[in-house]
C-alpha cells in the first residue's frame, strides 16, 4: 500500500508539472488589456480665470504609455473627489501627448469642485492629482 501511495503522489506532481508547462504566459509588454505598452501619464497642471461657474485648466500627458493617447482633458465634480470619466464632468481637450488646456463650465457657483487630468490609450485612462477649487 505504501508503494501505491507513492506512485499516486508522482503520478499527481507530473500531471501538475505538465498542466503548468502547458499554461505558459506571455510576461512582454504586448500582454496589456487590448494592445502593447501601458497606460498613459497625464500631470494635472494650473488653473486660472475662475469665474462664477467655469476655470481654466492645463494638462500634460507627459508618456503615452506605448501606444497612441486618443482621448484626454479634465472631469469634475462636485461631490467625488476623484472624479473620473464614467461618472462625472467630462471636458475632451483633443489627443496625443504634451500639454492641454481646457475650461470647466457647468460649475456651481459658491460650490468646492474637484478636477483633475485624464489621458486614455488603447490600454486604458490614467488621471492625474486632483485639486479643488472654489467658483
Known amino acids: 500500500m505504501k508503494h501505491l501511495t507513492i506512485i499516486i503522489g ?3 506532481l507530473l500531471a501538475g508539472i505538465i ?3 502547458g499554461c505558459s504566459t506571455k510576461s512582454d509588454s504586448s500582454s496589456g488589456p487590448t494592445g502593447s505598452g501601458t497606460i498613459p501619464v497625464v500631470v494635472t497642471g494650473t488653473y486660472s480665470n ?3 461657474n467655469t476655470v481654466d485648466v492645463t494638462g500634460n500627458v507627459t508618456s503615452d504609455g506605448g501606444s497612441a493617447v486618443t482621448r484626454r482633458g479634465f472631469c469634475s465634480s462636485q461631490s467625488n473627489q476623484n472624479p473620473t470619466i464614467q461618472n462625472d464632468t467630462m471636458v475632451a481637450s483633443g489627443n496625443g501627448t504634451g ?3 481646457g475650461t470647466v463650465k457647468g460649475l ?3 460650490t468646492l469642485s474637484y478636477i483633475r487630468a485624464y489621458a486614455t490609450n488603447n490600454n486604458g485612462t490614467s488621471y492625474g492629482n486632483a485639486f479643488s477649487v472654489m467658483v
Open 19 to 21: 498542466l503548468t508547462a
Open 10 to 12: 508522482h503520478s499527481m
Open 99 to 101: 500639454t492641454f488646456t
Open 50 to 52: 475662475v469665474l462664477i
Open 108 to 110: 456651481r457657483g459658491q
